[in-house]
Protein backbone atom coordinates (compact mmCIF):
# COMPACT_ATOMS: atom_id res chain seq x y z
CA UNK A 1 0.00 0.00 0.00
CA UNK A 2 1.15 3.53 -0.95
CA UNK A 3 2.78 5.47 1.57
CA UNK A 4 0.80 8.83 2.44
CA UNK A 5 2.55 12.25 2.28
CA UNK A 6 1.39 14.33 5.10
CA UNK A 7 0.10 17.70 3.96
CA UNK A 8 1.90 20.64 5.96
CA UNK A 9 5.34 18.85 7.15
CA UNK A 10 8.76 19.10 4.65
CA UNK A 11 11.78 17.01 5.23
CA UNK A 12 14.57 19.09 6.63
CA UNK A 13 16.73 18.62 3.25
CA UNK A 14 18.63 21.46 4.09
CA UNK A 15 19.78 20.04 7.51
CA UNK A 16 21.19 16.85 5.64
CA UNK A 17 23.03 18.29 3.42
CA UNK A 18 24.79 20.84 6.24
CA UNK A 19 25.45 17.93 8.36
CA UNK A 20 27.01 16.25 5.02
CA UNK A 21 29.09 19.46 4.05
CA UNK A 22 29.55 19.94 7.93
CA UNK A 23 31.41 16.33 7.72
CA UNK A 24 33.75 17.10 4.52
CA UNK A 25 34.82 20.53 6.18
CA UNK A 26 36.10 18.41 9.32
CA UNK A 27 37.87 15.66 7.38
CA UNK A 28 39.55 17.87 5.02
CA UNK A 29 40.95 19.74 8.17
CA UNK A 30 41.72 17.15 9.99
CA UNK A 31 43.67 15.90 7.09
CA UNK A 32 45.37 19.24 6.33
CA UNK A 33 46.46 19.06 10.13
CA UNK A 34 48.21 15.78 9.31
CA UNK A 35 49.26 17.14 6.49
CA UNK A 36 51.05 19.74 7.87
CA UNK A 37 52.31 17.65 10.28
CA UNK A 38 54.40 15.20 7.58
CA UNK A 39 52.30 12.36 9.25
CA UNK A 40 50.19 12.30 5.20
CA UNK A 41 51.42 13.26 2.14
CA UNK A 42 49.91 16.05 0.09
CA UNK A 43 50.33 19.56 -1.17
CA UNK A 44 51.28 21.10 2.51
CA UNK A 45 53.97 18.17 3.35
CA UNK A 46 57.12 20.25 4.95
CA UNK A 47 59.06 17.55 4.34
CA UNK A 48 59.44 16.29 1.09
CA UNK A 49 58.83 12.72 0.36
CA UNK A 50 61.68 10.02 0.29
CA UNK A 51 62.48 9.28 -2.83
CA UNK A 52 61.50 6.01 -4.88
CA UNK A 53 63.55 3.10 -4.13
CA UNK A 54 66.14 2.69 -6.68
CA UNK A 55 65.74 0.30 -9.66
CA UNK A 56 68.16 -2.35 -10.73
CA UNK A 57 68.97 -3.11 -14.23
CA UNK A 58 71.76 -4.48 -16.21
CA UNK A 59 73.30 -1.91 -18.30
CA UNK A 60 73.72 -2.93 -21.71
CA UNK A 61 77.46 -1.77 -22.28
CA UNK A 62 78.25 -1.13 -25.70
CA UNK A 63 81.40 -0.23 -27.77
CA UNK A 64 81.00 2.84 -29.46
CA UNK A 65 81.35 3.56 -33.47
CA UNK A 66 84.45 6.18 -33.74
CA UNK A 67 85.98 7.46 -36.68
CA UNK A 68 89.72 7.96 -35.73
CA UNK A 69 90.52 11.26 -35.53
CA UNK A 70 92.80 12.73 -38.16
CA UNK A 71 95.13 16.60 -37.77
CA UNK A 72 92.51 18.62 -39.56
CA UNK A 73 89.38 17.02 -37.56
CA UNK A 74 91.21 17.43 -34.29
CA UNK A 75 90.59 19.82 -31.76
CA UNK A 76 91.76 20.93 -28.22
CA UNK A 77 90.94 18.40 -26.06
CA UNK A 78 88.23 19.29 -23.28
CA UNK A 79 90.06 18.75 -20.35
CA UNK A 80 93.99 19.47 -20.03
CA UNK A 81 96.69 16.54 -20.01
CA UNK A 82 97.94 14.73 -17.20
CA UNK A 83 100.31 17.38 -15.72
CA UNK A 84 104.35 16.77 -15.84
CA UNK A 85 106.72 16.58 -13.23
CA UNK A 86 106.51 20.13 -12.07
CA UNK A 87 103.31 19.18 -10.65
CA UNK A 88 103.85 16.29 -8.96
CA UNK A 89 102.08 15.95 -5.21
CA UNK A 90 104.54 15.64 -2.50
CA UNK A 91 103.87 13.14 0.82
CA UNK A 92 104.32 16.50 3.11
CA UNK A 93 101.37 18.22 0.84
CA UNK A 94 99.20 14.69 1.42
CA UNK A 95 100.09 14.79 4.90
CA UNK A 96 98.78 18.39 5.54
CA UNK A 97 96.04 17.60 3.19
CA UNK A 98 94.32 14.11 4.77
CA UNK A 99 95.24 15.31 8.48
CA UNK A 100 91.44 16.26 9.22
CA UNK A 101 90.52 13.19 6.85
CA UNK A 102 92.21 10.41 8.89
CA UNK A 103 91.38 11.69 12.22
CA UNK A 104 87.52 11.20 11.18
CA UNK A 105 86.55 8.15 13.70
CA UNK A 106 85.78 5.46 10.61
CA UNK A 107 89.07 5.96 9.08
CA UNK A 108 91.40 5.88 12.54
CA UNK A 109 92.31 2.47 12.23
CA UNK A 110 92.38 2.33 8.65
CA UNK A 111 94.72 0.98 5.86
CA UNK A 112 95.20 3.64 3.64
CA UNK A 113 98.15 4.11 0.41
CA UNK A 114 98.11 7.31 -1.68
CA UNK A 115 100.89 6.94 -4.41
CA UNK A 116 101.61 9.20 -7.51
CA UNK A 117 99.97 7.62 -10.27
CA UNK A 118 102.62 8.77 -13.00
CA UNK A 119 105.77 7.99 -11.23
CA UNK A 120 104.57 5.23 -8.30
CA UNK A 121 105.95 7.21 -5.09
CA UNK A 122 103.95 6.37 -2.43
CA UNK A 123 102.79 9.87 -0.49
CA UNK A 124 101.29 8.20 2.41
CA UNK A 125 101.34 4.57 3.99
CA UNK A 126 98.82 4.04 6.93
CA UNK A 127 99.13 0.22 7.83
CA UNK A 128 99.58 -0.55 4.41
CA UNK A 129 101.28 -3.60 5.27
CA UNK A 130 98.69 -4.78 7.14
CA UNK A 131 96.47 -8.25 5.51
CA UNK A 132 92.76 -7.29 5.79
CA UNK A 133 89.54 -8.21 4.14
CA UNK A 134 89.70 -6.55 0.26
CA UNK A 135 86.19 -7.63 -0.35
CA UNK A 136 85.25 -6.55 -4.12
CA UNK A 137 88.42 -4.40 -4.70
CA UNK A 138 90.15 -8.52 -4.67
CA UNK A 139 88.71 -8.11 -8.68
CA UNK A 140 91.48 -5.84 -9.46
CA UNK A 141 93.96 -8.57 -8.90
CA UNK A 142 92.12 -10.95 -11.15
CA UNK A 143 91.69 -8.40 -13.60
CA UNK A 144 95.85 -8.66 -13.36
CA UNK A 145 96.00 -11.95 -13.39
CA UNK A 146 93.37 -12.72 -16.13
CA UNK A 147 95.40 -9.95 -18.41
CA UNK A 148 98.39 -12.32 -18.09
CA UNK A 149 96.40 -15.06 -19.90
CA UNK A 150 94.45 -13.82 -22.81
CA UNK A 151 95.93 -11.46 -25.19
CA UNK A 152 94.58 -7.87 -25.82
CA UNK A 153 91.99 -9.38 -28.68
CA UNK A 154 90.79 -12.90 -26.99
CA UNK A 155 87.72 -13.85 -27.76
CA UNK A 156 85.22 -16.59 -26.48
CA UNK A 157 83.76 -19.28 -28.86
CA UNK A 158 80.09 -21.35 -28.26
CA UNK A 159 80.17 -23.68 -31.29
CA UNK A 160 78.00 -26.43 -32.19
CA UNK A 161 79.21 -29.46 -33.69
CA UNK A 162 78.66 -32.86 -35.33
CA UNK A 163 78.63 -36.02 -32.84
CA UNK A 164 79.90 -39.25 -33.64
CA UNK A 165 76.33 -39.53 -36.25
CA UNK A 166 74.83 -36.69 -38.45
CA UNK A 167 72.00 -37.09 -36.14
CA UNK A 168 73.92 -36.21 -33.21
CA UNK A 169 74.74 -32.47 -32.28
CA UNK A 170 76.82 -30.83 -29.03
CA UNK A 171 76.32 -27.56 -28.11
CA UNK A 172 80.05 -26.93 -26.38
CA UNK A 173 80.40 -24.46 -23.90
CA UNK A 174 82.85 -22.25 -24.44
CA UNK A 175 83.03 -19.82 -21.33
CA UNK A 176 80.64 -17.22 -23.00
CA UNK A 177 78.62 -16.37 -20.20
CA UNK A 178 76.66 -13.11 -21.81
CA UNK A 179 75.20 -14.36 -24.96
CA UNK A 180 72.42 -13.11 -26.49
CA UNK A 181 69.14 -14.97 -26.01
CA UNK A 182 68.36 -14.21 -29.67
CA UNK A 183 70.24 -12.03 -32.30
CA UNK A 184 73.30 -10.87 -31.41
CA UNK A 185 74.46 -7.16 -31.20
CA UNK A 186 77.81 -6.34 -32.51
CA UNK A 187 77.87 -3.34 -30.35
CA UNK A 188 77.21 -5.48 -26.79
CA UNK A 189 79.65 -6.69 -24.69
CA UNK A 190 76.83 -8.25 -23.09
CA UNK A 191 74.92 -9.90 -25.99
CA UNK A 192 77.74 -9.83 -28.21
CA UNK A 193 76.98 -12.97 -29.51
CA UNK A 194 73.77 -14.46 -29.86
CA UNK A 195 72.11 -17.91 -29.14
CA UNK A 196 69.44 -17.22 -32.07
CA UNK A 197 72.14 -16.67 -34.55
CA UNK A 198 73.85 -19.94 -32.96
CA UNK A 199 70.38 -21.41 -34.07
CA UNK A 200 70.13 -20.06 -37.28
CA UNK A 201 73.33 -21.37 -39.00
CA UNK A 202 72.84 -24.68 -37.18
CA UNK A 203 69.45 -25.03 -38.54
CA UNK A 204 70.91 -23.85 -42.05
CA UNK A 205 73.61 -26.52 -42.02
CA UNK A 206 71.40 -29.50 -40.68
CA UNK A 207 68.62 -28.36 -43.79
CA UNK A 208 71.68 -28.40 -46.25
CA UNK A 209 72.35 -31.91 -45.26
CA UNK A 210 68.96 -32.99 -45.01
CA UNK A 211 68.78 -33.30 -41.61
CA UNK A 212 65.24 -32.43 -39.29
CA UNK A 213 65.68 -34.85 -36.28
CA UNK A 214 68.82 -34.44 -33.74
CA UNK A 215 69.92 -35.55 -30.70
CA UNK A 216 71.23 -32.55 -29.11
CA UNK A 217 74.06 -33.26 -26.06
CA UNK A 218 76.07 -30.30 -24.14
CA UNK A 219 79.79 -30.40 -23.77
CA UNK A 220 80.66 -29.08 -20.73
CA UNK A 221 84.12 -30.09 -20.20
CA UNK A 222 85.99 -26.91 -20.86
CA UNK A 223 86.79 -25.20 -17.65
CA UNK A 224 84.54 -27.10 -15.51
CA UNK A 225 83.92 -26.60 -12.02
CA UNK A 226 81.28 -25.90 -8.79
CA UNK A 227 78.64 -23.26 -9.37
CA UNK A 228 79.24 -21.62 -6.24
CA UNK A 229 81.75 -21.24 -3.16
CA UNK A 230 82.00 -23.00 0.07
CA UNK A 231 82.92 -19.64 1.69
CA UNK A 232 80.14 -17.67 0.29
CA UNK A 233 76.93 -16.68 2.27
CA UNK A 234 74.05 -19.56 2.07
CA UNK A 235 71.90 -16.92 0.46
CA UNK A 236 74.52 -14.78 -1.86
CA UNK A 237 73.15 -16.62 -5.08
CA UNK A 238 69.69 -16.84 -4.47
CA UNK A 239 69.33 -13.14 -3.39
CA UNK A 240 71.58 -12.10 -6.53
CA UNK A 241 74.26 -10.78 -5.15
CA UNK A 242 76.26 -13.53 -7.96
CA UNK A 243 75.15 -15.47 -10.88
CA UNK A 244 76.25 -19.55 -10.48
CA UNK A 245 79.45 -19.58 -12.35
CA UNK A 246 79.41 -21.75 -15.61
CA UNK A 247 81.35 -21.48 -18.75
CA UNK A 248 77.76 -20.88 -20.68
CA UNK A 249 74.39 -18.74 -20.20
CA UNK A 250 72.84 -15.40 -21.48
CA UNK A 251 72.75 -11.94 -20.90
CA UNK A 252 69.22 -11.67 -20.02
CA UNK A 253 69.73 -13.68 -16.96
CA UNK A 254 72.69 -12.21 -15.06
CA UNK A 255 71.93 -11.83 -11.70
CA UNK A 256 71.36 -8.91 -9.91
CA UNK A 257 70.21 -7.71 -6.11
CA UNK A 258 66.97 -8.67 -5.67
CA UNK A 259 67.00 -10.87 -9.38
CA UNK A 260 69.18 -13.77 -8.78
CA UNK A 261 70.22 -15.40 -11.96
CA UNK A 262 69.39 -19.83 -12.81
CA UNK A 263 70.68 -22.24 -10.34
CA UNK A 264 72.22 -24.13 -13.61
CA UNK A 265 73.04 -21.36 -16.30
CA UNK A 266 73.72 -24.45 -18.69
CA UNK A 267 71.17 -25.95 -18.56
CA UNK A 268 69.10 -22.49 -19.35
CA UNK A 269 70.85 -22.13 -22.19
CA UNK A 270 70.07 -25.40 -23.57
CA UNK A 271 66.54 -25.27 -23.25
CA UNK A 272 66.29 -22.03 -24.93
CA UNK A 273 68.63 -23.57 -27.91
CA UNK A 274 66.00 -26.50 -27.94
CA UNK A 275 63.01 -24.30 -28.34
CA UNK A 276 65.34 -21.54 -31.42
CA UNK A 277 66.04 -24.88 -33.42
CA UNK A 278 62.54 -26.59 -32.87
CA UNK A 279 60.97 -23.01 -33.96
CA UNK A 280 63.13 -23.42 -37.23
CA UNK A 281 62.00 -26.98 -37.91
CA UNK A 282 64.40 -29.17 -35.89
CA UNK A 283 62.68 -32.22 -34.18
CA UNK A 284 65.38 -32.32 -30.94
CA UNK A 285 65.38 -34.99 -28.27
CA UNK A 286 67.67 -33.65 -25.36
CA UNK A 287 70.60 -36.25 -24.27
CA UNK A 288 71.23 -36.79 -20.44
CA UNK A 289 73.84 -34.25 -19.07
CA UNK A 290 76.76 -36.35 -19.08
CA UNK A 291 79.29 -36.71 -21.72
CA UNK A 292 78.82 -35.54 -24.91
CA UNK A 293 80.22 -37.45 -27.85
CA UNK A 294 84.05 -36.93 -28.40
CA UNK A 295 85.85 -37.06 -31.43
CA UNK A 296 89.45 -35.77 -32.91
CA UNK A 297 89.15 -32.09 -33.90
CA UNK A 298 86.94 -31.01 -31.24
CA UNK A 299 87.15 -27.51 -30.93
CA UNK A 300 87.35 -27.78 -27.39
CA UNK A 301 89.56 -30.12 -25.25
CA UNK A 302 88.14 -33.39 -23.96
CA UNK A 303 88.29 -34.73 -20.42
CA UNK A 304 91.51 -36.34 -20.49
CA UNK A 305 93.80 -33.99 -22.73
CA UNK A 306 92.64 -30.94 -20.84
CA UNK A 307 94.68 -27.34 -21.80
CA UNK A 308 97.27 -26.73 -22.85
CA UNK A 309 99.49 -25.01 -20.45
CA UNK A 310 101.07 -21.48 -21.00
CA UNK A 311 104.61 -21.22 -21.24
CA UNK A 312 104.59 -17.18 -20.11
CA UNK A 313 101.23 -16.56 -19.22
CA UNK A 314 100.49 -13.99 -21.82
CA UNK A 315 100.26 -16.31 -24.81
CA UNK A 316 97.46 -15.99 -27.19
CA UNK A 317 94.93 -18.86 -26.68
CA UNK A 318 94.86 -20.98 -29.46
CA UNK A 319 91.41 -22.48 -31.17
CA UNK A 320 92.03 -25.74 -29.90
CA UNK A 321 90.59 -24.41 -26.28
CA UNK A 322 87.51 -22.43 -27.46
CA UNK A 323 89.24 -18.54 -27.91
CA UNK A 324 90.56 -17.24 -31.16
CA UNK A 325 93.60 -14.35 -30.57
CA UNK A 326 91.39 -11.84 -32.77
CA UNK A 327 87.66 -10.71 -32.44
CA UNK A 328 86.72 -13.29 -34.57
CA UNK A 329 84.04 -12.00 -36.17
CA UNK A 330 84.73 -11.65 -39.71
CA UNK A 331 82.11 -9.12 -40.62
CA UNK A 332 81.96 -7.54 -37.28
CA UNK A 333 78.53 -9.26 -36.47
CA UNK A 334 79.86 -11.22 -33.88
CA UNK A 335 79.36 -14.41 -35.43
CA UNK A 336 81.55 -16.37 -37.33
CA UNK A 337 80.46 -19.14 -40.01
CA UNK A 338 81.92 -22.80 -39.82
CA UNK A 339 84.52 -22.64 -42.17
CA UNK A 340 86.19 -19.62 -40.26
CA UNK A 341 86.74 -21.79 -37.46
CA UNK A 342 90.47 -22.95 -37.84
CA UNK A 343 91.42 -26.57 -36.50
CA UNK A 344 88.32 -28.54 -37.17
CA UNK A 345 86.63 -30.25 -39.29
CA UNK A 346 83.42 -28.89 -41.86
CA UNK A 347 82.43 -32.75 -43.07
CA UNK A 348 82.18 -35.86 -40.57
CA UNK A 349 81.85 -36.12 -37.28
CA UNK A 350 83.20 -33.33 -35.43
CA UNK A 351 82.11 -30.84 -37.94
CA UNK A 352 81.40 -27.50 -36.99
CA UNK A 353 78.07 -26.56 -37.23
CA UNK A 354 77.64 -22.88 -36.00
CA UNK A 355 79.63 -20.75 -34.34
CA UNK A 356 79.51 -17.51 -32.51
CA UNK A 357 82.43 -15.31 -30.63
CA UNK A 358 81.87 -13.00 -27.61
CA UNK A 359 83.18 -9.53 -27.20
CA UNK A 360 86.83 -9.45 -26.40
CA UNK A 361 87.35 -10.88 -23.07
CA UNK A 362 89.59 -7.50 -22.32
CA UNK A 363 85.77 -5.69 -22.92
CA UNK A 364 84.35 -8.59 -20.82
CA UNK A 365 86.60 -7.59 -17.86
CA UNK A 366 86.23 -3.93 -17.92
CA UNK A 367 81.96 -4.50 -17.46
CA UNK A 368 82.62 -7.05 -14.73
CA UNK A 369 84.84 -4.02 -12.45
CA UNK A 370 81.87 -1.47 -13.86
CA UNK A 371 79.04 -3.98 -12.61
CA UNK A 372 80.97 -5.49 -9.96
CA UNK A 373 79.54 -8.74 -11.42
CA UNK A 374 81.39 -11.21 -8.80
CA UNK A 375 80.09 -14.43 -11.41
CA UNK A 376 81.77 -13.13 -14.43
CA UNK A 377 85.05 -12.06 -12.48
CA UNK A 378 84.90 -15.91 -11.49
CA UNK A 379 83.92 -17.11 -14.93
CA UNK A 380 87.05 -15.37 -16.56
CA UNK A 381 88.97 -15.88 -13.53
CA UNK A 382 88.47 -20.00 -14.00
CA UNK A 383 89.02 -20.14 -18.07
CA UNK A 384 92.60 -17.94 -17.30
CA UNK A 385 93.51 -20.46 -14.42
CA UNK A 386 92.28 -23.04 -16.69
CA UNK A 387 94.11 -22.25 -19.54
CA UNK A 388 97.70 -22.37 -17.09
CA UNK A 389 96.63 -25.92 -16.17
CA UNK A 390 95.43 -24.89 -12.97
CA UNK A 391 92.83 -26.85 -11.42
CA UNK A 392 89.25 -25.02 -11.34
CA UNK A 393 87.84 -24.72 -7.73
CA UNK A 394 87.23 -21.60 -6.50
CA UNK A 395 90.27 -21.99 -3.82
CA UNK A 396 92.42 -23.51 -6.70
CA UNK A 397 91.28 -20.38 -8.56
CA UNK A 398 92.07 -17.90 -5.45
CA UNK A 399 96.04 -19.63 -5.13
CA UNK A 400 96.16 -19.14 -9.14
CA UNK A 401 95.26 -15.30 -8.66
CA UNK A 402 97.79 -14.67 -6.30
CA UNK A 403 100.55 -16.58 -8.30
CA UNK A 404 100.28 -14.81 -11.74
CA UNK A 405 99.84 -11.38 -9.73
CA UNK A 406 103.57 -12.23 -7.99
CA UNK A 407 104.82 -13.52 -11.73
CA UNK A 408 103.87 -9.77 -12.45
CA UNK A 409 107.09 -8.45 -9.96
CA UNK A 410 104.74 -7.68 -6.75
CA UNK A 411 104.97 -9.08 -3.74
CA UNK A 412 102.56 -11.16 -2.42
CA UNK A 413 103.90 -12.27 0.62
CA UNK A 414 100.62 -13.55 3.26
CA UNK A 415 98.52 -12.71 0.29
CA UNK A 416 95.46 -15.33 0.51
CA UNK A 417 92.34 -15.59 -1.63
CA UNK A 418 89.49 -18.25 -1.45
CA UNK A 419 87.59 -16.97 -4.48
CA UNK A 420 88.64 -13.91 -7.35
CA UNK A 421 85.60 -11.83 -6.99
CA UNK A 422 86.29 -10.97 -3.45
CA UNK A 423 82.69 -12.56 -1.76
CA UNK A 424 84.70 -14.75 0.73
CA UNK A 425 85.74 -13.90 4.34
CA UNK A 426 88.53 -15.56 4.44
CA UNK A 427 90.71 -13.72 1.80
CA UNK A 428 93.47 -11.45 3.07
CA UNK A 429 95.10 -8.79 1.36
CA UNK A 430 97.41 -5.62 1.99
CA UNK A 431 96.31 -2.14 0.80
CA UNK A 432 99.97 -1.47 -0.60
CA UNK A 433 99.51 -4.44 -2.96
CA UNK A 434 96.19 -3.28 -4.58
CA UNK A 435 98.27 0.14 -5.04
CA UNK A 436 101.09 -1.88 -6.78
CA UNK A 437 98.33 -3.40 -9.04
CA UNK A 438 96.86 -0.02 -9.93
CA UNK A 439 100.18 1.57 -10.46
CA UNK A 440 101.07 -1.08 -12.67
CA UNK A 441 98.05 -0.76 -14.63
CA UNK A 442 98.28 3.31 -15.67
CA UNK A 443 101.73 2.35 -16.67
CA UNK A 444 100.37 1.34 -20.03
CA UNK A 445 102.36 -1.65 -20.61
CA UNK A 446 99.82 -4.23 -19.36
CA UNK A 447 97.10 -3.77 -22.49
CA UNK A 448 94.30 -5.68 -21.06
CA UNK A 449 94.47 -4.63 -17.40
CA UNK A 450 94.98 -0.59 -18.53
CA UNK A 451 91.18 -1.76 -20.41
CA UNK A 452 90.18 -3.11 -17.43
CA UNK A 453 90.89 -0.14 -14.92
CA UNK A 454 89.55 2.04 -17.84
CA UNK A 455 86.45 -0.17 -16.53
CA UNK A 456 86.14 1.07 -13.29
CA UNK A 457 83.18 3.00 -12.17
CA UNK A 458 82.93 6.76 -12.19
CA UNK A 459 82.39 8.48 -9.10
CA UNK A 460 78.87 9.96 -9.63
CA UNK A 461 78.71 8.54 -12.93
CA UNK A 462 78.35 5.11 -13.72
CA UNK A 463 78.50 1.32 -12.21
CA UNK A 464 78.35 1.22 -8.42
CA UNK A 465 79.77 4.72 -7.71
CA UNK A 466 76.57 6.07 -9.63
CA UNK A 467 75.27 7.18 -6.35
CA UNK A 468 78.81 8.50 -4.63
CA UNK A 469 80.53 11.65 -4.55
CA UNK A 470 77.02 13.98 -5.44
CA UNK A 471 77.15 15.79 -1.96
CA UNK A 472 79.41 17.56 -0.44
CA UNK A 473 82.32 15.08 -1.33
CA UNK A 474 81.46 16.28 -5.21
CA UNK A 475 84.92 17.36 -6.00
CA UNK A 476 85.85 13.90 -6.84
CA UNK A 477 82.47 13.27 -8.91
CA UNK A 478 83.57 13.13 -13.13
CA UNK A 479 87.09 12.59 -11.71
CA UNK A 480 87.70 9.27 -9.36
CA UNK A 481 87.61 5.89 -11.04
CA UNK A 482 87.52 3.10 -8.49
CA UNK A 483 86.65 -0.22 -7.24
CA UNK A 484 84.27 -0.62 -4.31
CA UNK A 485 84.64 -3.35 -1.48
CA UNK A 486 81.62 -3.72 0.57
CA UNK A 487 81.48 -6.89 2.86
CA UNK A 488 79.71 -6.49 6.23
CA UNK A 489 81.97 -4.91 8.36
CA UNK A 490 84.61 -4.66 5.77
CA UNK A 491 85.14 -1.66 3.31
CA UNK A 492 87.10 -0.92 0.72
CA UNK A 493 87.81 1.57 -2.36
CA UNK A 494 90.75 1.05 -4.34
CA UNK A 495 91.32 3.40 -7.59
CA UNK A 496 92.45 7.16 -9.00
CA UNK A 497 91.63 10.36 -9.50
CA UNK A 498 92.87 13.37 -11.18
CA UNK A 499 94.05 16.04 -8.77
CA UNK A 500 93.62 20.02 -9.46
CA UNK A 501 97.15 19.95 -11.08
CA UNK A 502 96.24 17.46 -13.35
CA UNK A 503 97.65 14.67 -11.57
CA UNK A 504 97.21 11.50 -11.43
CA UNK A 505 96.55 10.23 -7.74
CA UNK A 506 96.33 6.52 -7.02
CA UNK A 507 94.64 5.35 -4.08
CA UNK A 508 93.53 2.77 -1.75
CA UNK A 509 91.75 2.62 1.42
CA UNK A 510 90.48 -0.19 3.74
CA UNK A 511 88.25 0.09 6.36
CA UNK A 512 87.28 -2.91 9.15
CA UNK A 513 84.91 -3.04 12.20
CA UNK A 514 82.97 0.17 10.80
CA UNK A 515 79.44 0.35 9.34
CA UNK A 516 79.22 0.75 6.37
CA UNK A 517 77.66 4.41 5.54
CA UNK A 518 80.24 5.76 7.62
CA UNK A 519 83.07 4.09 5.78
CA UNK A 520 81.61 4.87 2.66
CA UNK A 521 81.39 8.95 3.79
CA UNK A 522 84.97 8.34 5.44
CA UNK A 523 85.96 7.36 2.02
CA UNK A 524 84.43 9.28 -0.30
CA UNK A 525 85.95 12.64 2.06
CA UNK A 526 89.22 10.99 1.54
CA UNK A 527 89.56 11.23 -2.23
CA UNK A 528 87.38 14.44 -2.73
CA UNK A 529 89.98 15.73 -0.15
CA UNK A 530 92.69 14.33 -2.87
CA UNK A 531 91.08 15.51 -5.99
CA UNK A 532 90.97 19.67 -4.91
CA UNK A 533 93.89 19.33 -2.81
CA UNK A 534 97.00 20.21 -5.29
CA UNK A 535 98.64 18.76 -2.91
CA UNK A 536 102.63 19.73 -3.49
Known amino acids: MARESRPGRR????????????????????????????????????????????????????????????????????????????????????????AAVRAMPALRDSALVVRDGQSGEVLLDQRGDELRIPASTTKLLSAAAIGRTFAPDATLRTVVREGDTPDQIVLVAGGDSLLAPGKGDPQAVAGHA????????????????????????VDETYAD?????????????????????????????????????????????RTAFTRLLEARGVDVTVAARGRAPGVAGSPMPTPTTGPTPTT??????????????????????????????????????????????????????ALALTDSDNALTEILARQAAYRSGSATDFAAVGTWVVSQVAALGLDTTGVTLSDASGLSRENR?????????????????????RRALDGLPIGGLTGTLAGRFTGPD??????????????????????SVVDDDGRLIVFVGMVAGVGTNDARAALDRLVATLASCGCR
Open 225 to 269: GPTTAPTWGSTFRSSGITGAVAMLGLSSQRARGGAPGPADPVLAV
Open 474 to 495: HDAAGRARAKTGTLTGANALAG
Open 429 to 449: VRASLLSDVLVLGYDGKHPVL
Open 194 to 217: GLGDLADQVASALDARGTRAVTLY
Open 312 to 365: SGSDTATPDDGATSGDGSGDGSGTATPSATAGVPTQGPGAVLGSVTSAPVREQL
Open 11 to 98: APRHTYGAAVVGSLVTILLGYAVLDVADAAPGPLTLRPLPPPAPTEYVAKRTLPLVEQPTLPTSVEAPLPALAGETAAPSADGIDRAL
